[in-house]
């Protein structure tokens, strides 16, 4: 089953932990991206990547940092947690450039930092 | 400047009622596509419908069309015969790109949340 896959779902850190939330995809699509999800916000994109080794920042990208070293995963990083980086977080991904195609999301990962 | 703009926040509609949830979107790119997810409860992101810029036809899935304004810079989402299971937040987004350094953009709307009526 084509999917997007994403853990942890749900996460409760401290702040100033450094976390990882993992993302993987096995359509093998080139195009890989973050999103947060916060309310009265919709979705702004984080980081993305176009392929293995090249990424670049989104429009919130502060806080977060990414690697692409294999296709198929694009895990987030943040290193320092703040309380205003807690909300829903979206990984997506697509299989090319020409526009046309539509991303594929994950099921979400929500983020609590205390 | 909203890239995409949603006007309703929320909306409540009979059910078997048709609805149309507002999207107008900005861009001087000549090529981009519009699309519009569903987000149930549940959280996950549901993709609708597609419509490329230079699509002539406004795009139908089912009971999901696109009524695409190009001059108007509209992309309006419409559900007929809306049903229970249509109660979720509905969200308008726009790629843009690739430009010629490859890159492409998605930016998305802040949502509707539509709620049917029984």
């Known amino acids: 089953e084509a999917q997007v896959t994403q853990n942890p779902r749900y996460l409760i850190t401290v702040t100033g932990k450094k976390l990882t939330v993992t993302c993987s995809q096995n359509m093998n699509h080139e195009y890989m991206s973050w999103y947060r999800q916060d309310p009265g916000l919709g979705l702004r994109q984080i980081y993305y990547s176009m392929n293995v080794e090249v990424t670049d920042k989104g429009d919130v990208p502060e806080g977060y940092k990414v690697s692409r070293k294999e296709k198929r995963n694009f895990p987030l990083i943040l290193e320092s947690p703040s309380p205003n980086q807690t909300s829903l977080y979206f990984c997506?991904?697509?299989?090319?450039?020409?526009?046309?195609?539509?991303?594929?999301f994950g099921p979400g990962t929500r983020l609590l930092v205390l | 400047a909203q890239k995409i703009t949603q006007t309703q926040p929320g909306m409540f509609v009979q059910e078997k009622e048709a609805v149309t949830l507002d999207c107008t979107y900005d861009t001087s790119d000549q090529s981009y596509g519009l699309f519009w997810y569903k987000q149930p409860s549940s959280g996950e992101m549901i993709f609708l419908i597609y419509q490329g810029s230079y699509d002539e036809q406004n795009a139908t899935e089912g009971r999901y069309s696109l009524n695409f304004q190009k001059a108007r810079k509209s992309a309006n989402l419409v559900i007929s015969a809306s049903q229970l299971g249509d109660s979720a937040m509905y969200f308008c987004?726009?790629?843009?790109?690739?430009?010629?350094?490859?890159?492409?953009?998605?930016?998305f709307g802040t949502g509707t949340r539509l709620t049917i009526i029984p």
């Open positions: 997506a991904s697509s299989s090319g450039t020409s526009g046309t195609e539509t991303q594929y």
């Open positions: 987004a726009m790629r843009e790109g690739p430009d010629s350094w490859g890159n492409e953009k998605l930016t």
